[in-house]
């Protein structure tokens, strides 16, 4: 089983769809290992968001990200940092398959709704640097109904 980050940004949190956003990862199977409402500090974003600095979209993703509390997340499953992207969709909505969240609930790339971690190593630094090293594992009964 493998494990990500998730997060339900300001935009997606203001216009309420938390709800939503939730049930699509839910409804894939993926499970939920912890998730909290946080007010993001600029020292959090710009950690979180180290790789992107220096590039011309830096600040406004900064500004956007601590402009109103997210919903952040880890979740597991077979796959789920793949499983996860794909159900958010392409960066840019406006590119995003129909079907997808940033898709069906977004049309510009500055107001995409979800983070997803991209691969292994940036999934373990997220998830530690959201919630750190204290995770107590449960057991859902349905797991045999989706996994094999
Ligand atoms: P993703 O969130 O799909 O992993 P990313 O890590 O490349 O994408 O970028 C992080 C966020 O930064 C992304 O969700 C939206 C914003 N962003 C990326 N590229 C951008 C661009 N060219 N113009 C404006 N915002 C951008
Ligand atoms: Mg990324």
Same mark, same amino acid.
């Given at each position: ?17 938390? &709800? ?22 600029? /020292?959090?974003? /710009? ?28 979740? /597991? &499953? ?20 129909? &079907? ?5 609930? &977004?049309? /510009? ?40």
């Amino acid at each position: 089983m493998e494990r990500t980050f998730v997060m339900i940004k300001p935009d997606g949190v203001q216009r309420g769809l938390i &709800g939503q956003i939730i049930t699509r990862f839910e409804r894939r199977g993926l499970k939920i290992i912890d998730m909290k409402f946080v007010h993001v500090s600029r /020292e959090l974003a /710009e950690k979180h968001y180290a790789v992107h600095k220096g590039r011309p979209f830096y600040d406004g993703l900064i500004e956007y990200i601590t402009s109103g509390p997210v919903v952040a997340m880890v979740l /597991e &499953g077979s796959n789920a940092i793949t499983v996860a992207r794909s159900t958010m969709g392409a960066t840019n909505p406006a590119d995003a398959a129909p &079907g997808t969240i940033r898709a069906d609930f &977004g049309i /510009e790339i500055g107001r995409n709704l979800v983070h997803g971690s991209d691969g292994p190593e940036t999934a373990a630094f997220e998830i530690g640097l959201w919630f750190g090293d204290d995770r107590p594992a449960w057991t859902r009964d349905v797991d045999r109904w989706i996994f094999e």
